[in-house]
């Protein structure tokens, strides 16, 4: 034991230099702010009490606004598809698994850059557009574009988190639903559904997570004045130089990621528990 224990000793000192550390940081930076020639940092709570102005509450908003719409779109999209993989062959759901993931294998940054080609004024779709005689649209700088971009990078996480759970399903269950009279639909929604729902909830975490905490998807296709929460942060750090409130800002994220969490992983726990009173045998 003693062996494996030296094992793990790297990967601890490791954390703590680039997990632990910077964490403290923001705590420290968060709840003080310059002092005076005595005293360098001075212990306040200005920092959040300045982040509760109507005007970064507005970015907070649309920041979840935006977030949950791209959550729902990639669970309207996703579960289809994550269904149709795991009805096929073996070989077949790890080609298509394949193809789901290889674009996570490209920097997000050069796909969202892509995205730049196809929807600028004299992008793809533009210019298909234009041999029927319509446009230009201008699909840049708006809502369209920021969740499209987020649905396009943050959907296979969603595709795998479902597809994971229906491919581990027993099937013999499917098969009694069937023998006890159900038709397709019954089965689907009474049956392979409600026991994918922690795939469903997994996905959701992965989706919701980083799209409400991203920077670089509105920034390049939200343009430089589209701001949600991340941009925010950015804004503050690197180019402001408000380290306090950045902190401050990135804390109060880091709270509303983690409450989210506990909410999704209680309502995990729910779920998991349902099935025993679905065992009663209740009639289709």
């Not at 935006?66 to 070989?91: D, M, N, R």
């Not at 290889?102 to 533009?126: F, K, Q, S």
Request: zero cysteines; a neutral charge.
């Amino acid at each position: 034991m003693n062996i494996y224990n030296n094992f793990i000793k790297p990967y601890i000192g490791w954390l703590f230099v680039f997990v632990v550390i910077p964490l403290l940081l923001i705590v420290f930076y968060a709840f003080t702010k310059e002092g005076n020639e005595v005293l360098v940092f001075r212990l306040t709570l200005e920092n959040f009490i300045r982040f509760f102005d109507p005007v970064f509450l507005k970015v907070l908003y649309k920041s979840i606004y935006i977030a949950l719409i791209t959550t729902v779109i990639a669970i309207v999209i996703g579960y289809p598809i994550a269904y149709f993989i795991s009805l096929t062959s073996q070989k077949a759901q790890t080609l298509l698994i394949l193809l789901i993931t290889m674009p996570m294998w490209i920097n997000m940054l050069v796909r969202t850059y892509a995205w730049i080609g196809i929807l600028a004024e004299y992008g793809l779709i533009n210019t298909i557009l234009g041999y029927f005689n319509i446009g230009p649209i201008n699909f840049m700088y708006t809502d369209f574009a920021v969740i499209l971009g987020m649905v396009y990078n943050f959907l296979p996480f969603m595709i795998l988190s479902i597809y994971t759970v229906l491919a581990k399903m027993d099937k013999a269950i499917i098969e009694a639903s069937y023998d006890l009279g159900a038709n397709q639909s019954q089965t689907f929604w009474k049956v392979i559904f409600p026991l994918s729902i922690p795939g469903v909830i997994t996905g959701i975490t992965l989706v919701f997570l980083p799209a409400v905490s991203t920077f670089v998807i509105p920034k390049f296709l939200g343009g430089g004045n589209y701001v949600l929460i991340g941009n925010l942060i950015e804004t503050q750090f690197i180019t402001i130089g408000e380290w306090n409130f950045g902190s401050a800002i990135s804390l109060i994220m880091a709270i509303i990621i983690m409450l989210s969490m506990v909410i999704t992983k209680r309502f995990d726990k729910n779920v998991e528990e349902t099935p025993q009173l679905r065992s009663e045998g209740r009639s289709w």
